[in-house]
């Protein structure tokens, strides 16, 4: 399995930004998509955003315009660019690594956004 470590994470007033980063022990050339995922108390977790191996995004209709996913192949890492943020989007975020339907999870950081 790849290993994942994210960092970035911390506290931010509502309209602040954060960047998240997940960074990967293996060449994300092959591996097909990286994928942000967050988890609030007592939610399930849910998608954010996806970034496919062609470099194209999905994201969750709640972060669009507002956060980006960004990859860096030569330093095996990709991003979060979170912009605007809100207390709702307050939770644990994981990155995700999928090759070939193997799934690897980083074991999260958590963003904190207050009023």
């Known amino acids: 399995q790849v290993q994942l470590v994210e960092s970035g994470g911390g506290s931010v007033q509502a309209g602040g930004s954060l960047r998240l980063s997940c960074a990967t022990s293996?060449?994300?050339?092959?591996?097909?998509?990286m994928g942000w995922f967050r988890q609030a108390p007592g939610q399930q977790r849910e998608l954010v955003a996806v970034?496919?191996?062609?470099?194209?995004?999905v994201y969750a209709d709640s972060v669009k315009g507002r956060f980006t996913i960004s990859r860096h192949n030569a330093r095996n890492t990709v991003y979060l660019q979170m912009n605007s943020l809100k207390r709702e989007d307050t939770a644990v975020y994981y990155c995700?690594?999928?090759?070939?339907?193997?799934?690897?999870w980083g074991k999260g950081t958590l963003v904190t956004v207050s009023s």
């Open positions: 293996e060449s994300i050339f092959g591996i097909n998509s």
């Open positions: 970034t496919p191996s062609d470099g194209s995004a």
């Open positions: 995700l690594a999928d090759r070939f339907g193997t799934r690897s």
